[in-house]
């Protein structure tokens, strides 16, 4: 139990050895509990589902084998960000980086490199692998360029143990809040360090809390938006799972800064394993007494409920996410009035989301000035982007604000895997738009994005290359909000469902140019018209892809062609006379008979009868048959 | 009252502080469209339609819910608050079922007034997919046809909010959302009580009452039936409004010149029943005190909070006056003592009452309504003021035009206490005029009891008649029903007789009353006009209790005896079912 | 989407019904109890048919019709029970675009079922789900709640075959 502030930096200093050889790389420091190495080993959601924990139990028990257990750590961690390499495992303290390992690797690991010291090569991150040097995890390109503050403790620490957090200064920026600081300081601080909202719209933080501390002293909430549903983002939940107490910690000094004692993190149910930290973390915290009543012995008292959500993307508007938590429907309410003066359960209420509360204790401890000195002008600080799609790097990465485009996916996401070139690049998910190739070097940041008709959205960022039909993706955009429209007002309710079949109609065939004007006018009804920010921002993918990608459009309405090759129902299979055998193999796989051809003699394929299942494609050995 | 200066479209107005900016137009004289919103009831900007420009502002504003600020430029009619009107109707348009000219809401439709008003020119412009809607005609009162809802939600609020039922929600979700009951089923299978609220709060023809009228035809038009029709104490005070007459006026005597118009052997008046049951309910009120057994009495006119009752509030049963409702009281007594006395055989009468309910269709074939047993209803059809007005237009009977008549003999004279039934309070006030009487043994000097008055959700008063202190609480709409009830239950409130309407403000803001759009509800205080006609016809009677009524005094003389005595118990009397939810 | 109601009968077992009525007890006062007691309900019955949300409107002292209404708006309850073998394919955007697209429709051709459906026979049950955060994986399928990442169409036999 820590009751005092003296407490608290005692905690710290007893538990920062541990944890100390996993800054940087190839600082050794002991302990004096005679660990030689820390390994650490990813349990995010990404790493767990290739299995990872099943590797971790075969690391143990070669360790024991060994019988090196006691000069071993083997810390379960948050993600890494780079998902995709998973499961992940890092050595410390020289920083070595293992991707894709297996239960089987491990012997080899534990008696190569555990015991003896000689790391195993093959086993290694391919880009750590220079000649006969092994670059550490830092030293890598996709982590070289990276400014971890969001994400700093994930990877580092063991989420599910308080004093890991406490040892890299977890709850003092708290202690320095409430105990140093009047709630004014504390807003303006935040105020003064820029920090804007990483969830959407990027209103101002400081702002929010301002709004809210000024209403009346009363019942006032903190609450926390972790329903992360922008598919393809996924920083919230890394947070989440590898740093949970960041957030908690935050929500206090929300808390005592607007004046409220009660906080409610809303996460989604899909994320098991972040709900598991957070319980977890919850109860740690409250046990340690850096959550409960009386924090520090100062009198102030903060509590947090958790909440999860039930699969409805538009929870994560801040008043739907409110009516949801009342236990109604996840409708969202008119605003005015916002959620500061009248939120929930009536009350005044802040909702920041998980990225942006991770942000806090940093900015508390470091000063405004600190986190105001990264980032452009009017974006401070870094922000997490989740590198998806057509990109080498599938993962996490956080960049200082600013960066350039070209730098996250060329550099840090290792550019489009296949010799494929890029097309684009979505960001802000169903609310936001596709940025172009020729748009590359534009710094990433919030009004850089708006003034191209995208969004910084929560940050997922998914690549397309040449395959991807522009039409196609505006489409499968649409379909993701005519399934997530709440349904309560007209304009997204029924105009995107409207929005939906006009692309349906042009992807089909049928379009015509007044469906492309039409879209256009239907666009920018629903945008003005619709009562949340999910409808106001639902016509952005197909505003921003008309808007760069408009010969696409016009393409299939005037051509009936998909450029791409990607909407069935305009492409034609044709079999290359030049090419063809004649050796029938085709024809015989074809499940509706459509292909027909003497025996050594170019084929022919009817396109009326052909269904487009692709067999033939896969079928021939010559590479005969293409789409068109 | 603090007051803030706003522009509207380029002038200023003093509106008050808190204000939505559609109260601040309407002060300037400008009605916002509106589709979702219910004054009070419903107020949740769903529809989009009463966007309005508001300087600075980022987006459109809803003016149903956006309260004024001090110096806000509101722009009402600007060529992009007008396009995105049209839009939002055609948008609406293509999920609504538009068959239009048979609508039964053609010419009280709000969407298609509004397509008129705002100049939608293309109904079809953004035709497309639709979800098959629901359809729901299982109960004896309402049909629900989902492929004309427009998913404003007023009937959920009406029910949910307004009554505190809340049986018919807003279910699925995005495209996919419709109005209905859980699991899709029938509303019958529900704790529905059938007030009918949620038709009148619905713009369009998704809901309305079934409608009984060409049974009534066939009736009428059937040699070998005596057709015999009542009216309700309150839709003399609301029926004109079918025929575009303004909201207040009293038009008893050109409704019964029509009525004799359309046909019907008899034309009555139900105030006289009214009176009927406040000698029984009296009568029974007396004996329970005295027996300090059941109580408080509850009332039993409103079929829709006896069904309430029944459901939500089973243990209150007991308490339930036993009295017939006027309704059926008429119905029992026409084929009974009536028939008798005109030679008639009471299969052969078609008795028909002309309501402000859709409960009372309901009520119509409950156990224990047939007087006469062996498969015949006290009432055979119950139909709505709405439905009346429709028989009255089919007919081409130039309503406005008519010249006053008189209710037929012998069921023509009401007291001005039978007339007051049809507001909240009214019976209350009634049943007190003659309680009071019969225990203190002298007249009162004054008839009015001002406390039980007014569309207060719920109201109390002590009265002392001699030494006898009379506890009594009023309340309607089933909410505030609730609210009572509870209180009652758990103690707080200490009640000997209790008055509840189904219907908040009673049976003049029935669920079979004339439907009044949004706009109307949201300019004038309906209730207040509605029931005025009722209070103002009592003050100018001479006859204002019901135990003066000297046609109910030849009831008892010639059939039922005294009041509560073992005829009129086989008679006027029923009992009731623990539904349960 | 509209919620496939079930064609399975309901079959309480009194354990069941104990944890529900402890359920209820415990949320009876909280504010907002609804979600927490439906996500309660759900991991008690698997789905949450009329019966229970009947349940838990007279436990609560809501309409049933509100339980429902809140029910069905959430993707994640469920009115119809999972099947044996409970597969899902994820139609996230990160995989999509690496083509769970045709997940999607080998899955909905083996199993002979749609999206949200149990197959008559109980043995399967299909779900076309939202982002699971395994991007790094695309496209994912899960079976019975073991992830499958990085698969394609042609796997699909084999991977549901070892759960039968």
């Known amino acids: ?628 | 009252m603090d007051m803030v200066t706003v522009k509207i479209n380029g002038r200023e107005y003093e509106v008050p502080a808190g204000s939505k900016i559609i109260d601040a137009a309407r002060i300037a004289k400008i009605d916002i469209p509106t589709l979702c919103y219910l004054k009070d009831v419903n107020e949740i900007g769903a529809c989009r339609l009463c966007l309005v420009e508001v300087k600075g502002a980022r987006g459109l504003m809803a003016a149903c819910v956006t309260e004024v600020t001090n110096g806000m430029e509101i722009y009402t009619n600007t060529p992009k608050v007008q396009a995105s009107r049209k839009t939002n109707l055609e948008l609406i348009l293509s999920t609504h079922k538009k068959e239009c000219l048979s609508c039964i809401r053609s010419g009280s439709c709000e969407l298609q007034k509004l397509c008129r008003d705002l100049g939608v020119t293309d109904e079809n412009r953004f035709a497309g997919k639709n979800v098959e809607g629901l359809k729901d005609e299982s109960t004896a009162f309402l049909v629900r046809d989902n492929d004309k809802c427009i998913l404003c939600r007023r009937c959920v609020a009406a029910c949910k909010n307004m009554q505190g039922i809340g049986v018919i929600e807003a279910l699925n979700r995005g495209f996919d959302t419709q109005i209905g009951s859980a699991f899709d089923q029938p509303l019958a299978a529900t704790s529905c009580v059938s007030c009918g609220q949620c038709i009148v709060a619905c713009p369009v023809g998704a809901l309305h009452e079934k409608d009984d009228t060409d049974k009534v035809w066939d009736a009428i038009n059937d040699p070998t039936k005596h057709v015999a029709i009542c009216t309700a104490p309150s839709i003399r005070a609301t029926i004109g409004e079918c025929f575009g007459i303004e909201p207040g006026v009293d038009t008893e005597g050109k409704m019964v010149a029509a009525l004799k118009r359309l046909g019907f052997d008899g034309v009555y008046d139900m105030n006289l029943t009214a009176d009927l049951t406040i000698m029984e309910e009296a009568t029974e009120f007396l004996g329970r005190m005295k027996e300090g057994k059941n109580l408080p009495l509850i009332t039993s006119c409103s079929p829709g909070w006896i069904k309430y009752c029944e459901h939500y509030f089973p243990e209150f049963t007991e308490n339930l006056s036993t009295c017939k409702s006027p309704q059926q009281m008429f119905g029992a007594m026409y084929k009974t003592y009536y028939a008798r006395k005109r030679g008639l055989d009471p299969a052969d009468i078609v008795f028909v009452s002309a309501i402000p309910c859709t409960a009372k269709k309901f009520e119509v074939r409950r156990p224990g309504q047939s007087a006469v047993g062996a498969g015949i209803y006290d009432v055979d059809y119950a139909i709505t003021t709405r439905e009346l007005g429709r028989m009255i237009e089919k007919a081409g009977i130039n309503y406005k035009a008519l010249d006053d008549e008189a209710f037929d003999q012998p069921f023509d004279i009401g007291s001005g206490a039978g007339a007051i039934f049809g507001a909240t309070g009214g019976v209350m006030e009634a049943a007190l005029r003659t309680a009071a009487e019969v225990i203190l043994g002298t007249k009162l000097e004054k008839l009015e009891f001002e406390e039980v008055r007014g569309t207060a959700p719920i109201k109390t008063a002590t009265y002392k008649l001699g030494d006898i202190e009379v506890r009594v609480a009023v309340a309607s709409g089933t909410k505030n029903a609730k609210e009572l009830l509870n209180k009652v239950k758990s103690g707080e409130l200490a009640v000997d007789f209790i008055e509840i309407m189904a219907c908040p403000g009673g049976c003049i803001n029935g669920g079979g009353q004339p439907v009044q759009s949004a706009a109307t509800k949201a300019s004038i205080d309906l209730k207040a006009a509605r029931s005025s006609i009722l209070y103002n016809a009592d003050k100018k009677m001479e006859l204002r209790k019901s135990h003066e009524n000297l046609a109910v005094k030849k009831l008892y003389d010639e059939f039922l005896g005294e009041p509560g005595s073992h005829t009129a118990h086989e008679v006027l009397h029923t009992h009731y079912i623990k539904r349960g939810l | ?164």
């Open chain 3, 1 to 164: 989407m509209k919620k496939k109601m079930t064609t399975v009968a309901f079959n309480d077992t009194p354990e069941q019904a104990e944890q529900l009525n402890a359920l209820i007890a415990k949320y009876k006062n909280v504010e907002g109890n609804l979600m927490p007691v439906l996500q309660g309900a759900q991991d008690i019955y698997g789905y949450l048919p009329l019966e229970v949300q009947k349940t838990i409107a007279l436990g609560l002292g809501v309409s049933v019709s509100e339980v429902y209404g809140v029910a069905s708006f959430y993707s994640q309850f469920s009115f119809n029970p999972k099947g044996k073998v409970s597969i899902a394919v994820c139609l996230g955007t990160a995989c999509y675009v690496k083509g769970s697209g045709k997940l999607h429709e080998k899955c909905m051709e083996i199993t002979g079922i749609g999206a949200g459906d149990i197959s008559p026979d109980g043995r399967f049950s299909y779900d076309a789900t939202r982002c699971i955060g395994a991007c790094g994986l695309a496209p994912v399928m899960t079976v019975n709640g073991d992830v499958y990442g990085r698969i394609t169409p042609a796997e699909i036999d084999g991977i549901i075959a070892k759960y039968l």
């Open chain 1, 1 to 628: 139990m820590i009751t005092n502030i003296e407490q608290l930096i005692a905690r710290r200093d007893q538990y920062a050895p541990t944890v100390a050889m996993r800054h940087g790389h190839g600082h050794f420091v002991d302990a004096g509990d005679g660990i030689r190495k820390n390994v650490l080993i990813c349990g995010g959601t990404g790493c767990t589902s290739s299995n990872s924990m099943t590797v971790r139990d075969a690391l143990v028990a070669e360790l024991r084998l060994a019988g090196i257990e006691d000069e071993i750590k083997v810390v379960t961690t948050g993600c890494f960000g780079l998902c995709a390499l998973g499961p992940i495992m890092i050595v410390y303290p020289e920083g070595t980086f293992y991707s894709k390992v297996k239960p089987e690797d491990m012997k080899e690991i534990v008696t190569e490199h555990l015991v003896k010291g000689n790391p195993v090569r093959h086993l290694l991150y391919r880009e750590t692998v220079k000649g006969d040097d092994i670059l550490a995890l830092d030293q890598t390109p996709f982590y070289a360029k990276q400014k971890r503050v969001a994400l700093r403790n994930c990877g580092v620490i063991d989420p599910e143990c308080i004093n890991e957090y406490i040892a890299m200064d977890g709850y003092q920026a708290l202690a320095k809040a409430i105990t140093t600081m009047t709630p004014k300081e504390v807003i303006k601080t935040v105020l003064d360090s820029g920090i804007r909202g990483r969830g959407g719209a990027g209103f101002p933080t400081g702002r929010k809390w301002s709004f809210a501390e000024a209403q009346p002293a009363g019942k006032k909430y903190v609450v926390c938006n972790a329903d992360e549903g922008d598919p393809g983002a996924f920083m919230d939940r890394s947070v989440l799972e590898g740093d949970p107490h960041a957030v908690l910690e935050a929500m206090a000094i929300a808390g005592y800064a607007i004046g409220a004692d009660e906080g409610y993190i809303y996460v989604r149910a899909e994320y098991p394993i972040a709900v598991n930290r957070l319980e977890i973390a919850i109860k740690q915290a409250e046990e340690e007494g850096v959550l409960g009543n009386n924090i520090f012995g100062t009198g102030f008292n903060f509590k947090i409920t958790l909440r999860l959500g039930a699969g409805a993307f538009v929870c994560g508007e801040e008043t739907a996410l409110l009516t949801s938590i009342e236990g109604n429907r996840g409708e969202p309410r008119p605003r005015p009035p916002f959620p500061a003066v009248k939120g929930l359960f009536g009350k005044p209420t802040i909702i920041n989301n998980v990225e942006t509360l991770a942000n806090i204790a940093q900015i508390i401890l470091n000063g405004p000035e600190w986190f105001a000195s990264m980032g452009t002008e009017r974006s401070k600080g870094t922000k997490v982007f989740a590198l998806g799609g057509k990109i080498t790097n599938t993962g996490l990465v956080e960049v200082p604000m600013g960066t350039t485009l070209r730098e996250v996916v060329e550099e840090i996401g290792g550019g489009v895997p296949n010799g494929k070139k890029f097309k684009a690049a979505q960001t802000g998910g169903p609310s936001g738009g596709c940025i172009p190739a020729d748009l590359i070097d534009t710094p990433i940041d919030y009004d850089n994005l708006t003034a191209i008709g995208s969004m910084m959205g929560s940050g997922g960022l998914i690549v397309m290359d040449e395959d991807d039909c522009m039409v196609d993706i505006a489409k499968f955009f649409l379909e993701f909000t005519v399934d997530e429209s709440c349904g309560k007002c007209v304009p997204c309710r029924v105009g995107t469902m409207r929005l939906l079949e006009t692309l349906e109609k042009i992807t089909d065939g049928n379009g015509t140019m007044e469906d492309i004007a039409k879209l256009e006018e239907l666009s920018e009804y629903i945008k003005s018209a619709s009562l949340c920010a999910l409808g106001q921002t639902a016509p952005n993918p197909v505003l921003s892809t008309l808007r760069f990608f408009r010969d696409e459009y016009i393409a299939h309405v005037v051509d009936k062609t998909c450029p791409a090759h990607a909407c069935k129902n305009l492409m034609k299979y044709k079999i290359i006379a030049d090419k063809c055998k004649g050796c029938t193999a085709c024809a015989r796989k074809c499940p509706v008979g459509a292909i027909t051809g003497a025996i050594r003699a170019p084929h022919t394929i009817d396109t009326e009868k052909c269904i487009k299942c692709g067999v033939c494609i896969s079928t021939c050995k010559f590479g005969a048959i293409v789409k068109d």
